[in-house]
């Protein structure tokens, strides 16, 4: 599932404090994890889409920086995040 403006507003309020702030690292990485277990799922059942497991990769990335940033600058706010995605580190 795509989400949708509510769906990326939910995961914003949940995890960025409010639906506006989107610039957030938690709801960023919260919104990079969304979407990368929907792709996760869509590669399972097409293996040879490799387009799409570029981007995955891709995404993989980013939500690496964003959670090094954290990890680096604020401990606290990283543990938290991994905590409640789930998250192994």
Same mark, same amino acid.
């Given at each position: 599932?795509?989400?949708?403006?509510?769906?990326? /507003?939910? %995961?914003?309020?949940?995890?960025?404090?409010?639906? !506006? @702030?989107?610039?957030?690292?938690?709801?960023?990485? =919260? +919104?990079?994890? /969304?979407? %990368?277990?929907?792709?996760?799922?869509?590669?399972? !059942? @097409?293996?040879?889409?490799?387009?799409?497991?570029? =981007? +995955?990769?891709?995404?993989?990335?980013?939500?690496?920086?964003?959670?090094?940033?954290?990890?680096?600058?604020?401990?606290?706010?990283?543990? =938290?995040?991994?905590?409640?995605?789930?998250?192994?580190?």
């Amino acid at each position: 599932m795509i989400a949708t403006k509510e769906a990326k /507003q939910e %995961i914003f309020k949940t995890h960025g404090g409010s639906a !506006t @702030n989107t610039g957030s690292a938690e709801g960023q990485i =919260a +919104l990079f994890t /969304q979407r %990368i277990e929907h792709l996760t799922e869509h590669l399972k !059942t @097409n293996k040879k889409d490799h387009r799409t497991e570029g =981007a +995955l990769l891709d995404l993989v990335g980013k939500r690496k920086q964003l959670l090094s940033y954290l990890k680096n600058h604020e401990i606290e706010r990283y543990r =938290a995040i991994i905590a409640k995605l789930g998250l192994r580190k």
